[in-house]
């Protein structure tokens, strides 16, 4: 070919795959029919897509905040309030559960996240029903709860759960953060932040703290980062 000149790509009728390339320059062309498709226009994979099951707005915000902290994931997460059975028994058997029936329900890879919030006295209770605990009576009754009992002391647990898809058996990543329950101090809109008190806090609770303290050390930011290694681990391979 003429120096300097350059190759272009002379596509088929539609659009489709190129038929040849052609060149030239000074009066002079010619071409090369291509047998295979050039490197440079073969469709690129597709990056998995997993769906994170909640309505939780301000749930979704904190964990869209966690894993966009860190090296790039090798997947694309979205998000929808898939209507999902509630479950009782051991944290980790309601967050299998919920994973297999939300990977159903999305025919596609699906996340779940199963919350506990654990009293000591109260030998784990309220556990994995804290969220209809806290319905009924509200933060400050969770803390009134512990009232005849000298011990304090609860751990909250984060579940999240990975399926790459319907029949799949899902893959648990599991997260706790320890601390006490107190009377609530801070911003009461975001579940039962107000009454714990993490060890790691510096004597604010949840919902006292900056969220970039608090993702730092929270229960779900544990679970989230050993989620995260074993994404990125796996090249994005669910």
Not at 173 to 187: C, K, Q, Y
Request: with cysteine; hydrophobic share 40%; proline share 10%.
């Amino acid at each position: 070919s003429a120096a300097g000149s350059m190759p272009a790509i002379v596509w088929e009728a539609g659009g489709g795959r190129p038929a040849s390339l052609e060149w030239g320059g000074e009066g002079r062309r010619a071409e090369m029919r291509l047998p295979f498709t050039p490197r440079a226009a073969m469709p690129s994979t597709p990056r998995p897509r997993v769906t994170f099951v909640t309505g939780n707005k301000r749930k979704l915000e904190e964990v869209v905040a966690i894993l966009a902290a860190g090296a790039p994931l090798p997947v694309d997460f979205a998000s929808s309030p898939v209507d999902l059975p509630e479950l009782q028994g051991d944290p980790r058997e309601i967050a299998v559960a919920k994973c297999r029936a939300a990977a159903d329900a999305l025919g596609g890879p699906a996340v779940v996240e199963d919350t506990s919030l654990c009293f000591t006295a109260l030998g784990g209770l309220p556990g994995p029903y804290v969220k209809w605990f806290l319905k009924a009576v509200g933060p400050g009754g969770l803390e009134r709860m512990l009232a005849g009992f000298e011990d304090k002391s609860a751990t909250a647990l984060c579940i999240f759960a990975l399926s790459p898809g319907p029949g799949a058996d899902p893959t648990l990543f599991v997260g706790e953060t320890d601390g006490a329950i107190v009377p609530p101090r801070g911003p009461t809109d975001f579940g039962w932040d107000p009454v714990f008190e993490p060890g790691e806090g510096g004597g604010k609770t949840y919902a006292e703290m900056e969220k970039k303290d608090k993702n730092a050390i929270s229960h779900r930011y544990r679970a989230l980062a050993k989620l995260r290694a074993h994404l990125i681990e796996r090249g994005g391979e669910l």
